[in-house]
């Protein structure tokens, strides 16, 4: 697992008249939607920053590069075995809203069970993982918090920008003292675990093999077994 993804909006006080239609939510508020995705650290790995208010997350997805790596070759190759079956694309946690694509996976809808029941329960918190690091970001950023009051969207964009980046180098630098997981995971060498990475550039030789890693982003029957193991 990568982490978890989502999308957070930004109120943008002083957008040009022209523009107000295209970024007004249904609240009435004018916005500007960060997607992101964080690990349990809150550590950002991803930021896309810049559609307009009036998409929700799918639609944002449609335009993020969250998968670009994976279609140019850049990405590194992973494969982890579950339960006998090998799966060879890193996931992320997400909500209901996302589509079922093997790269996304959410919670046990009606968990059967106190097993099923428990496992909801841990994955629906790691899930909640983006969520704390867009409200660490605002608690420790007032400039995010509060509406932008400027007027030029690429600045707006770049002051978001060197948010995250600040963000990053804190929990970086505090990352030390309070993580909880087990690191051998992310080691290179030798590794009892079933999990494996391997840096390779993969580099799609036409578009055909291109259309082919789009398919397997979003295998659906990939999806499903991943759901039901």
Not at 1 to 7: A, R
Not at 98 to 126: D, M, N, R
Not at 151 to 163: N, Q, S, T, W, Y
Request: charged content about 20%.
């Amino acid at each position: 697992m990568i982490g978890s993804i989502d999308c957070m909006h930004w109120e943008w006080k002083n957008c040009l008249t022209a523009w107000k239609g295209q970024y007004t939510r249904g609240s009435g508020k004018l916005t500007i939607v960060l997607e992101a995705v964080a690990s349990q650290d809150l550590w950002i790995w991803h930021a896309f920053f810049g559609p307009p208010g009036t998409l929700n997350d799918i639609n944002v997805l449609d335009r993020s590069p969250v998968f670009d790596d994976i279609y140019q070759g850049r990405a590194p190759r992973v494969t982890y075995m579950v339960n006998g079956h090998q799966y060879d694309l890193a996931y992320y946690l997400t909500d209901s809203i996302y589509p079922k694509w093997s790269t996304f996976i959410q919670s046990i809808t009606l968990p059967q069970g106190s097993k099923s029941a428990l496992f909801a329960k841990v994955q629906e918190a790691t899930r909640k993982d983006v969520e704390r690091a867009f409200g660490v970001l605002q608690a420790r950023f007032a400039m995010v918090k509060n509406p932008s009051l400027s007027l030029d969207k690429e600045k707006i964009g770049k002051i978001m920008r060197a948010c995250i980046i600040l963000h990053n180098m804190i929990v970086e630098n505090e990352r030390g003292g309070y993580t909880l997981y087990d690191t051998s995971e992310f080691e290179e060498g030798d590794s009892s675990r079933s999990s494996h990475v391997e840096h390779i550039n993969n580099m799609p030789t036409h578009f055909g093999n291109m259309l082919g890693l789009r398919n397997q982003v979003r295998d659906r029957r990939t999806h499903e077994a991943l759901k039901m193991i």
